[in-house]
């Protein structure tokens, strides 16, 4: 049922012949990619309600679900015979289109199954894969050829969870698989799981990956290619108990015979929390070699090392051509690792002459902080590790760092700029160590929109195809391929027709090109045809008549004679995204007028102040908001300015390697009214006044701030200096402000030491906040950097953010005390979604303390904490007045926490004394589905208003570890009302625990608007 890895029939030599000419498997996993939700379906044929949308290599003819082949999703009931029996039927289908299958809601329980070609197993985002724990659903087989044996014993190995060889064109997508057995109630004599070996155009992206790290969960790798070509890897989040990236390509002799190199690798925009291994390791198994890796853009966090290269003696094989650059890393025991002396083997059958090569590694542009010991770089005697290359590398050693933070033996290279100073081994030389110009194929390889709807789509590709009347059928799509010019065509040849009219030679009325009977309820009754599904992305060319016709229930949707035309552009192309190429990106709206800061007289040296040229820019494209708005590039450089506002229908992007400087001179950030809301500045009265935020705009339409990963310093230390030193007389830029706006986007940039808050959308509308990563100093602590403050907001989408912060990663905000009750503009309809939070003296979501206009509809979903005091946090007062209610929160994972709950009616600052008492806050239906923490001091600090308690609390299915040392009182609660299920440690007595229908937990299932506001692909245009 199961095969192993090398059939009878093929030599390893002709089976690599096989692998290199057949195997162009693709693992596409976008965990994180459900637009639209499904729930309708029947025995007979897969069906949605409506259709759930992804990105592939490859779309599919046929779908299907588990449930159609006996598949339950109660958590308990085994699906293995399912999946496989859904794998073996989706097969046949192989060469007639393919096959997805679809696995909805539940939790589906099940043991090792295969997948097949041209074949895409799609997991619906609330659907769970729980591996058994019978072990005899995990057959036992061969080794990897490349490794010779099991790599935890001698003997053979388990096979994963999902397996798969000698396949073309595999999809992996959706939501979330649990995929670690319980290592107890197995013997390591087999196993250990793997992914990814020789395989070929490979994209993995959009993964969260999560393993135990208190205690260390042994060899969960988190991502290995393995004798793989043309990989990418991007947009990932690891916790990992091993190496989150595991190059490989062989074990000593084994891999050398078998001689698959992993060539041609993109990482980038990955994060890594691994305490005892590295972020990015090459080998140690390497013997098959390691070339052309190219990583960009990783954030490690708590992890032993940042890069980490692992070979020995009887190795063999190479790594070489290794370019590292925009490399941050925080908490570290090394920043750089290198040994020949890993020295575990497979058998003692390895050849000792086998030396390994190590060649050509580059590192630059990297920054790390609180690290032990710099680099620990030990190379093989007499035969050394070379051309090692560093440039522009800042290390910041920890209090309790080694005394001397290089250690060097048997290798070469140079450095420049580096500190602190390398070996002697390495020398200062003036150097700009290489990274590649040129794109690797797997980057230009073209994503597909594919949807889940059921059913089958008939392409017709490029031609001229000539044929005679054909009927359609339900639940299925006719897609015409461009045919080189401005349209897909149907051509229906009508001049003997329009002769037969004329000649009155017509026994029978006309035919139409396309005849649709649609049924309705509603006779007699005007049909708009642009408002019926599918129908709406038709237009049809002014020769062509459109022509609805009533007879009783039936509605004739008549196209006669034309040509039908598919709309272009991603907004309504329901089959395919157009190909990302350089100067491509998503937006809310395109423009039509493009050019460049330094068209403007900007100079991107880093000490030329840009602040009249922004200025100047802003002024000039304002004039193009009637005539399709503007597009103001910052190429690479470091441009320094100080406050600059934006205007409507206007888009501010930042290039590759463009950076924006907060300037130092105050002089540049001018003061501005304090928010009505507020009453005064949120640091100091200011008399009615404050400092404007560096970028910043109000009353505006249409607003765009993005970029392909530029980055934006507000170089905050100035501001934070004078905050602790108490020199403010008014309150500190804020880093991104947009006040009542419509239409607002901010998205792929990074961000970092705003000078306080980094992104204030407030009195705003219809606000996309996605693709961020902000960085703020956390120890120390630097003093209210928010990461993203919703603010009086209606209808915002914050999703696929990293935050690092001195203070709340999102804060949840709508007014203070009487100014906010005043002005009374809630935040409302707000998602949160995929977001990372660090930030040790704060929470990961706060709602309040402002929050007097009141708060409503707040839903966040798949939120990781690490290293935060609250998971969650509601923050009001007696003077607050307003309400935080109907708040939703489900799959949130904690690490480190001081507390995973905490509400609180005593956050007592107010902004004078002329707040009333009276004005008692409501705290009502919070909901917490889902959440799972480990090494937590205190689970929940719940204190409510004496007479007037929070209530409405749900908790359901909450899971916290403790700490080594956690507090003797788990929850402390006081003045709150609520019920639990399902919950660990205990609840309080004022949370009582019932069975799940009466906890009364739940999550929205409808959308908010903006769910269904769709991006537009832009491309840079000249003026």
């Given amino acids: 049922m199961f095969p192993s890895y090398v059939p009878n029939n093929l030599s390893p030599l002709s089976l690599v012949k096989t692998i290199k000419t057949s195997l162009a498997l693709v693992f596409l996993l976008l965990l994180c990619s459900t637009l639209v939700e499904s729930r309708h379906r029947n025995k007979r044929q897969t069906q949605f309600s409506s259709s759930i949308e992804y990105n592939a290599m490859s779309c599919r003819a046929y779908t299907a679900s588990i449930t159609d082949f006996g598949g339950v999703g109660d958590g308990k009931t085994s699906n293995t015979k399912a999946f496989i029996s859904a794998v073996d039927q989706l097969s046949k289908y192989s060469s007639n289109?393919?096959?997805?299958?679809?696995?909805?809601?539940?939790?589906?329980?099940?043991?090792?199954?295969?997948?097949?070609?041209?074949?895409?197993?799609?997991?619906?985002?609330?659907?769970?894969?729980?591996?058994?724990?019978?072990?005899?659903?995990?057959?036992?087989?061969?080794?990897?050829?490349?490794?010779?044996?099991?790599?935890?014993?001698?003997?053979?190995?388990?096979?994963?969870?999902?397996?798969?060889?000698?396949?073309?064109?595999?999809?992996?997508?959706?939501?979330?698989?649990?995929?670690?057995?319980?290592?107890?109630?197995?013997?390591?004599?087999?196993?250990?799981?793997?992914?990814?070996?020789?395989?070929?155009?490979?994209?993995?992206?959009?993964?969260?990956?999560?393993?135990?790290?208190?205690?260390?969960?042994?060899?969960?790798?988190?991502?290995?290619?393995?004798?793989?070509?043309?990989?990418?890897?991007?947009?990932?989040?690891?916790?990992?108990?091993?190496?989150?990236?595991?190059?490989?390509?062989?074990?000593?002799?084994?891999?050398?015979?078998?001689?698959?190199?992993?060539?041609?690798?993109?990482?980038?925009?990955?994060?890594?929390?691994?305490?005892?291994?590295?972020?990015?390791?090459?080998?140690?198994?390497?013997?098959?070699?390691?070339?052309?890796?190219?990583?960009?853009?990783?954030?490690?966090?708590?992890?032993?090392?940042?890069?980490?290269?692992?070979?020995?003696?009887?190795?063999?094989?190479?790594?070489?051509?290794?370019?590292?650059?925009?490399?941050?890393?925080?908490?570290?025991?090394?920043?750089?690792?290198?040994?020949?002396?890993?020295?575990?083997?497979?058998?003692?059958?390895?050849?000792?002459?086998?030396?390994?090569?190590?060649?050509?590694?580059?590192?630059?542009?990297?920054?790390?902080?609180?690290?032990?010991?710099?680099?620990?770089?030990?190379?093989?005697?007499?035969?050394?590790?070379?051309?090692?290359?560093?440039?522009?590398?800042?290390?910041?050693?920890?209090?309790?760092?080694?005394?001397?933070?290089?250690?060097?033996?048997?290798?070469?290279?140079i450095t420049n700029g580096v500190s602190p100073n390398p070996c002697d081994s390495l020398p200062n030389k003036v150097t700009a160590c290489p990274f590649p110009t040129d794109t690797l194929p797997i980057e230009a390889m073209e994503l597909k929109r594919c949807s889940m709807k059921g059913g089958a789509e008939l392409i017709v590709p490029t031609g001229r195809w000539l044929t005679g009347n054909f009927n359609l059928t339900s639940h299925f799509t006719l897609f015409l391929e461009k045919d080189g010019g401005n349209s897909d065509t149907i051509d229906e040849q009508g001049q003997i027709w329009w002769d037969k009219f004329y000649n009155d030679q017509l026994n029978y009325s006309r035919p139409y090109v396309i005849e649709i009977v649609l049924i309705t309820s509603r006779p007699d009754e005007t049909i708009d045809v642009n408002a019926i599904p599918g129908v709406n992305n038709i237009s049809i060319s002014d020769t062509v008549q459109k022509n609805v016709t009533m007879a009783g229930n039936l509605v004739l949707l008549v196209v006669v004679v034309g040509i039908l035309s598919i709309s272009d552009g991603i907004e309504t192309d329901k089959f395919r995204a157009p190909k990302l190429k350089p100067r491509k990106y998503l937006a809310i709206s395109c423009r039509n007028h493009s050019a460049s800061i330094t068209d403007f007289g900007g100079v991107g040296d880093g000490k030329t102040s840009n602040t009249k040229a922004f200025k100047a820019a802003v002024e000039h494209f304002s004039k193009f908001a009637n005539s399709g708005g503007a597009e103001l590039v910052v190429p690479a450089g470091r441009w320094l300015t100080g406050s600059f506002n934006l205007t409507s229908y206007f888009t501010l992007f930042l290039a590759e390697g463009a950076v924006i400087l907060g300037t130092e001179d105050p002089s540049e950030w001018p003061l501005i009214s304090v928010l009505p809301s507020y009453g005064r500045g949120r640091d100091a009265p200011g008399n009615g006044s404050r400092y404007s935020a560096l970028i910043y705009g109000t009353n505006l339409t249409d607003v765009v701030v993005t970029g392909n990963n530029g980055t934006i310093d507000g170089q905050g230390q100035i501001w934070w200096d004078k905050f602790h030193n108490d020199q403010l007389n008014y309150t500190r830029p804020y880093m991104i402000e947009i006040l009542f706006s419509d239409r607002v986007q901010i998205s792929n940039l990074t961000l970092l030491n705003s000078p306080s808050w980094f992104v204030h959308p407030v009195y705003s509308s219809n606000i996309i906040i996605k693709g961020l990563r902000i960085v703020a100093p956390y120890n120390p602590v630097s003093p209210n950097t928010d990461g993203i403050d919703p603010d009086s907001c209606t209808n915002t989408l914050i999703e696929d953010c990293y935050i690092e912060s001195g203070d709340d990663c999102v804060a949840v905000k709508s007014g203070w005390d009487q100014y906010g009750i005043a002005v009374g503009m809630p935040t409302t309809k707000l998602l949160v979604r995929r977001v990372t939070c660090v930030s040790p003296d704060s929470a990961g979501i706060a709602l309040g303390s402002e929050m007097s206009g009141g708060i409503q509809d707040v839903r966040v979903e798949d939120f990781t904490a690490i290293n935060t005091q609250a998971g969650v946090r509601i923050k009001t007062a007696i003077g607050r007045g307003g309400y935080v209610k109907d708040v939703f929160i489900r799959r949130m994972v904690m690490k480190t926490m001081k507390y995973v709950l905490w509400m609180t009616g005593a956050y007592g600052s107010h902004p004078d004394e002329s707040f009333d008492p009276k004005a008692i806050p409501v705290i009502n239906n919070i909901n917490y589905i889902d959440m799972y923490a480990e090494n937590v001091n205190m689970t929940a600090n719940l204190a409510g208003l004496t007479g007037h308690p929070f209530t409405g609390i749900c908790l359901s299915n909450v899971a916290i570890g403790m700490s080594v040392k956690p507090k003797k009182i788990q929850w402390n609660c006081t003045d709150i009302e609520g019920t639990a299920h399902n919950v660990t440690p205990q609840t309080c007595s004022l949370l009582p625990d019932g069975n799940e229908a009466n906890a009364g937990c739940h999550f929205p299932t409808d959308r908010l608007p903006i769910e269904d506001l769709q991006l537009k692909l832009c491309t840079h245009r000249s003026t």
């Fill in 97 to 413: 289109g393919g096959a997805q299958l679809f696995v909805p809601p539940g939790k589906w329980l099940t043991g090792s199954f295969n997948l097949t070609s041209h074949f895409t197993l799609y997991l619906h985002r609330d659907a769970v894969l729980l591996a058994e724990q019978d072990e005899t659903t995990w057959p036992v087989i061969e080794p990897l050829p490349s490794y010779g044996r099991g790599r935890d014993t001698t003997g053979g190995r388990y096979i994963s969870l999902i397996f798969g060889t000698n396949l073309t064109d595999v999809v992996i997508t959706g939501a979330y698989i649990d995929i670690v057995p319980d290592l107890r109630i197995f013997s390591l004599e087999h196993f250990r799981t793997f992914l990814l070996f020789w395989f070929s155009d490979i994209i993995i992206r959009g993964i969260t990956i999560l393993a135990p790290i208190v205690p260390i969960s042994p060899n969960t790798d988190g991502i290995n290619p393995d004798s793989c070509s043309n990989v990418l890897i991007e947009d990932c989040y690891i916790v990992s108990g091993d190496d989150c990236v595991a190059v490989k390509s062989g074990w000593d002799e084994y891999g050398i015979a078998f001689a698959m190199p992993t060539q041609h690798l993109i990482i980038r925009r990955l994060t890594c929390i691994s305490p005892d291994s590295a972020v990015i390791a090459l080998g140690s198994e390497m013997s098959g070699g390691i070339q052309d890796v190219r990583a960009e853009d990783i954030l490690a966090i708590n992890s032993e090392s940042g890069i980490r290269i692992k070979t020995a003696v009887g190795r063999g094989g190479f790594v070489k051509d290794i370019f590292v650059r925009r490399m941050t890393m925080k908490t570290m025991k090394w920043a750089f690792w290198m040994t020949g002396n890993y020295g575990s083997h497979a058998d003692n059958h390895y050849d000792p002459n086998a030396l390994p090569v190590i060649q050509g590694i580059s590192y630059s542009d990297m920054i790390a902080e609180n690290v032990t010991m710099a680099a620990r770089l030990e190379g093989i005697s007499g035969d050394p590790f070379t051309e090692i290359c560093m440039n522009n590398v800042t290390i910041g050693m920890a209090p309790k760092s080694k005394k001397v933070p290089w250690t060097c033996a048997d290798i070469s290279g």
